[in-house]
């Protein structure tokens, strides 16, 4: 049994990666200060002997002993969110894993970074592979999370090489599934819970722009394989799945999905929204086993249209 720590454990993929880690039967202490994490999301695991939440910010140093590894998810990761403050925002990336590299330093563990597809940015390279460094307006209004990311990608790096730190770096592409938050803002949840609801369902542009959905059970497959890698590879590996879609291509989906009066309505794209996004997977299909995803977009949404049926 592991004693781990999962900071940003109360939101949509951390909840899920708690829920796993728990059955694989290790410890786990989840950290949160529920800003964008839910209580909700971890109701069924906060009874279990081996589970313990924290409501706790990781800006703050915090003092934790005999841990093996840590995954360090905490930090509003949709755009409206992550725009809402965006000093919060990046203080939240760059301290907040300062913070988490010295208590894996204190306890000699294993910490995972989760990282993101925004540190391509804009992309110039389709797909994007690992060895692309990214089209990023550093002044934009996605920058306080893009260069956060990218800033916390260098520390462990910076970490690693100064005090042999053990890192895994991993960039997350869009994933969804059930535990997200229906308020979150982002394409799959506003959609879903729009055509519920029968109201307009919201195109931003032309809808032409692109992204590769992941269905979380098959990122948290990746996470652990990543986590249980040679030493030697630290990342950064792409996860994500790359079958990629029109965002009206989506739409379309979920209108066939659930049936509703709901009717498409284009509004403004927002500034910077990159057009398209979709992961070169060759490095985790290498280095994690053969590591792909299984489930299909269909398969996927509607799972996660039985989740938010039954808290909407
Ligand atoms: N989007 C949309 N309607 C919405 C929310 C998002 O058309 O209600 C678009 C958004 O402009 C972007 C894509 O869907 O091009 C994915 O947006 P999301 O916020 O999910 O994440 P991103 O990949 O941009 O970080």
């Not at 195109?203 to 098959?218: A, H, N, P, V």
């Amino acid at each position: 049994m592991k004693k781990i720590l999962v900071t940003g454990g109360a939101g949509f993929v951390g909840s899920n990666l708690c829920r796993r880690l728990l059955k694989d039967g290790n410890e786990v202490i989840c950290v949160d200060n529920l800003n964008t994490g839910r209580i909700e999301n971890i109701k069924t695991l906060i009874y279990e002997k081996n589970f313990q939440f924290r409501n706790q910010n990781i800006v703050n140093p915090m003092e934790i002993n005999g841990l093996d590894e840590i995954y360090n998810l905490a930090c509003p990761a949709s755009p409206p969110h992550y725009q809402k403050s965006p000093t919060y925002t990046i203080k939240t990336c760059v301290i907040g894993i300062i913070n988490m590299l010295e208590l894996a330093e204190r306890n000699q563990a294993k910490i995972m970074q989760f990282s993101t597809s925004e540190v391509y940015g804009n992309p110039f390279v389709h797909p994007q592979t690992e060895g692309y460094w990214g089209n990023v307006n550093p002044i934009g209004i996605r920058a306080c999370y893009d260069e956060g990311k990218r800033c916390a990608e260098t520390l462990c790096f910076g970490y690693h090489r100064e005090f042999g730190t053990k890192i895994k770096i991993i960039r997350i592409f869009n994933t969804y599934g059930p535990m997200m938050n229906p308020d979150d803002g982002r394409v799959v949840s506003n959609l879903i819970t729009q055509a519920l609801k029968g109201e307009d369902i919201t195109l931003y542009g032309d809808g032409k722009q692109t992204r590769s959905f992941c269905y979380i059970d098959d990122l948290v497959e990746g996470i652990i394989r990543m986590m249980e890698s040679r030493d030697e590879f630290l990342g950064p590996v792409n996860l994500g799945n790359p079958e990629e879609f029109m965002i009206k291509d989506l739409a379309d989906i979920v209108l066939q999905l659930i049936p509703s009066k709901s009717k498409i309505i284009y509004l403004n794209l927002p500034e910077d929204d990159p057009m398209q996004r979709k992961p070169d997977i060759s490095l985790a299909q290498k280095e994690l086993n053969g590591w792909k995803p299984k489930i299909s977009l269909k398969e996927g949404l509607a799972n996660t249209i039985a989740y938010f049926k039954g808290i909407i």
